[in-house]
């Protein structure tokens, strides 16, 4: 493939030079107004699924308490010989979480994700995918 130079016009005068610096500086101030619209459509878009999911976050945010609860109480029958359970939709289970908290982590694999901890027990659970 052979190498194409580029057609680069040439300046004689300090007044073509002026010129050129105006051009660019006007183009430049397009280019920001561009990207500035473009910033205020990707926040309102933020804005707007953040709004719409909100209750759905919240659900989930109440369905992993509800199975935090469900494996702590029952974790002796639960995780007797095992660190999890398959579940038709998804896995619940114990694993250790020394980075970030004390006590064990009760986890569950699925297609949501959401996060928690219950401080009265000490125990921390997570929800989320594998």
């Not at 990207?35 to 205020?40: E, K, N, T, Y």
């Not at 926040?43 to 909100?54: L, M």
């Not at 250790?96 to 908290?101: K, R, T, V, Y």
Request: net charge positive.
């Amino acid at each position: 493939m052979a190498r194409l130079k580029p057609q680069v016009g040439k300046i004689e005068t300090l007044d073509e030079a002026n010129m050129v610096l105006k051009e660019i500086g006007l183009l430049e101030r397009e280019l920001e107004a561009i990207d500035s619209d473009a910033h205020r459509q990707i926040a309102d878009i933020k804005t707007k699924a953040a709004k719409g999911g909100e209750a759905l976050r919240k659900r989930i945010a109440a369905d992993s308490a509800l199975l935090g609860a469900y494996a702590e109480y029952n974790r002796g029958d639960l995780f007797k010989d095992r660190k999890s359970v398959q579940l038709s939709f998804g896995e619940i289970g114990r694993e250790q979480w020394s980075d970030l908290f004390t006590g064990r982590r009760w986890a569950s694999r699925t297609s949501g994700n959401a996060a928690g901890s219950d401080s009265a027990s000490g125990s921390a659970w997570r929800c989320g995918t594998g």
